[in-house]
């Protein structure tokens, strides 16, 4: 048996299995190796028929055999049966009124039921409307030796659970990964994280951690092997963009040089004193890009800090100066450097070159505008007051951007194709992508390895261990302060018997002519098949209520992620031109639209959301002169749960928020796989200062002596392997 080979040559699997396993992405026998359990089943925590006590409530594990569904003796209604064997004894069990669930367990079945133990009239006892925990959660032929005493002679800790899917039982995991490690091929594998790192940290060599994982002894067994693999899987995102960044950071970049006093005038002209965040963080990019290499920077500030002015003031420092002339080895004495700034809807985009017009109309430099449905130049000769630009086509938009004619290009993704080409590219600037990845960031470098400085900004609020870890390619400036005089966003939250109230007030301002955001958690009803529990407020059906019986004098609009980007857009202009008045949307409005006009922000099933995602759908009202108020409405009446929501009108930016909710929820509310690329095992390390920075310290050692990791090529290879995005020269 070799890594590589496919599962199929060595496990004969079934059609259904086939297509469950490529659903999961296992493919080959390494796959299945590192398809790690999600949780193990303490055996010292079951509870053995034997010692069952009526009126008790139980959870058993055990098989399931002589099932069968009957009618109850005088109602008639079916019920299920069943008994339960484990190695101490046997119990019968009965769903009353629940013939189903005999349906969805199978003679032979191993499962964990939990339930009451009840007494029948023949002084008998029963196991009573069981749950069904866990189907074929236990290996089946570990399951005769593994109870009571069985077990800890055994001296097994726990059975592996693996996430299942429909084909695919866990005990068929356990059963396959169990016969991969038999086979002998764990114990002669190589290990890539080196012998003395694993000796630093105390963490298990490979072999070990991979039999730990799958059938561990103790509890501290499974934990060290967890440790190691969470370890490791932020080792190598570390590394990965460690050598991005290198990779990066050898390219050349045009010396942006200043003049204090050019630079004074320039922010001089704010109607508004910058903060001092502001001014550090200006002071620490102008210097990082006044040498020859480019800057590769983080700039996360909360909306409404002021990242745009802080892009325009870097934007103009570039383009006060004059392109090189490598040939003479001086700079020109006309034309200058360019400055390319993305945003990652049009709107934004749009929004970003009307604010840059204002920024930049008194120094009579271009700034165009390049999105999918067309572009734009300013300043024209043909200039209303209204309409400061106009139209042109994206041919001769290009042209002058290739022949350096238009100085600031601001644009969607559309910035970046191939056919945008840029004469003297100084500084780019990113605004709200959370990765521009390698390849994106490739398409910035010139043949002649001439790359501009690189600024990315967010607002979206995550740890700074989460940060260090995924941006790990960046230097980090923060904008922790709010504009002095901005009137903070009152906060409310709203148990089900205010509703009223808040509604009443809301028809108020909306008289006033204010406008305002519903934010539901669900898009549709729910299935009712699928979620029984789930009674979360839909969208479509919140949108219809609002209509019919709360604000039938007032227009509501409905926005979620489900519509087409065009006519997500198109209700984004329609609310923007008020001619919505309540719009009522899932959380896809995060993404900074400025509306200045909704001052209101409801936020329906609030505690649902993460703190630092509810601070984020409030930012949604910050831009007006108007007072805001963001309303928290919480369908539980559970103290913990409005005490958690009280942090939000204590926390002083989305950063606290942020940590708060690592350290109350977990970091699983952070998302992981789906929005950082990291699996659920690293972000237990996300929770672990001292992991993460124990992880950064020796990725940045190894990049430093050996860059090229010609000295580690096995790690080089798994990290090929991983796919983080880097891709060796
Ligand atoms: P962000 O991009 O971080 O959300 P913006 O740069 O768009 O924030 O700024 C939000 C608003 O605040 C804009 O209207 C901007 O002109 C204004 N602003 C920026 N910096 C300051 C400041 N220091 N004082 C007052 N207003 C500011
Ligand atoms: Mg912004």
New binding site residues.
Partial sequence: MHLQDDLTKHFRTSEDQKKALARLGLKTVRDMLYYFPVRYTNVSEIKLIRDAVIGESVTLYGRITKLKVRKAFKSKMPMGEATLEDTSGSIGVIWFNQAYMAKMVHEGDTVELSGKIAEDKKGGVYLSNPELKEKNALPIDMHGSLFGAGAEAAGVFGFPIYRETRGLTSRFIYHTVQKIIASGIVQNLEDYVPAEMLAKYKLPRLSTALVWMHAPQSDNNAQAARKRFSFEEVFFIQLARKIERENYLVNKSYPVLTKPDDMADFVGRFPFKQTEAQEKAIATMLADMSGPHPMARLLEGD?GSG??AVAATLAYAAIKNRPIDFAKGARQTFGSLQVAYMAPTEILATQHFENFIQYFKHTGISVGLITGSGCRKFPTKVASAEVPWTNISRTQLLKWVEGGEIPILIGTHALIQKSVKFKHLALAII?EQHRFGTMQRKKLVTKEGFAPHLLS?T?TPIPRTLALTIYGDLDLSILDQMPVGRKPIITEIVLPNNREKVYEFIRAQLKEGRQAYVICPRINEPDPEKELAVQARSVTAEAEHLRESIFPEYTVGILHSKMTPAKKDEVMEEFSAHRIDILCATSVVEV?VNVPNATLIIIEGAERFGLSQLHQLRGRVIRSNHQAYCYLFAETKSDKTADRLKALKTAKNGFELSELDLALRGAGELGGTKQWGITDLGMEAIKNIKMVEAARTEAAAIVQTDPGLTKHAHMKKILDAKSLEIHFE
């Fill in positions: 909306v990242k745009t605004d900004m607002a900074g």
